[in-house]
């Protein structure tokens, strides 16, 4: 059985930063680059950033911060969409 893991993280380091482009590249046609992670996500106010990883392979994120109101980004991988097994209400 597949174990899925979600693990919090509350800055940026360069192997978050890598993580979330793979994932990126995973899922969107026109993923963000690092420099745009960067430049979007250094400094802000109350950041969290949430990464699934299934059998310790990344497999999801999802990004908030505080902003006029909560904000949030999500990204799930397309091959862990259809299982369905990755809650990320519960770890808020």
Not at 46 to 63: M, S, T
Not at 74 to 82: K, L
């Amino acid at each position: 059985m597949k174990t899925t893991e979600i693990k919090q993280f509350a800055e940026l380091s360069e192997i978050l930063v890598s993580q979330l482009v793979i994932l990126e590249a995973s899922i969107f046609e026109k993923p963000l680059s690092s420099d745009i992670f960067l430049a979007e996500l250094n400094g802000k106010k109350n950041l969290l950033i949430l990464v699934a990883f299934q059998d310790e392979r990344p497999c999801g994120y999802k990004i908030g911060f505080e902003h006029s109101t909560n904000t949030f980004l999500v990204g799930t991988a397309v091959s862990y969409r259809i299982a369905g097994n990755v809650d990320w209400e519960a770890h808020l």
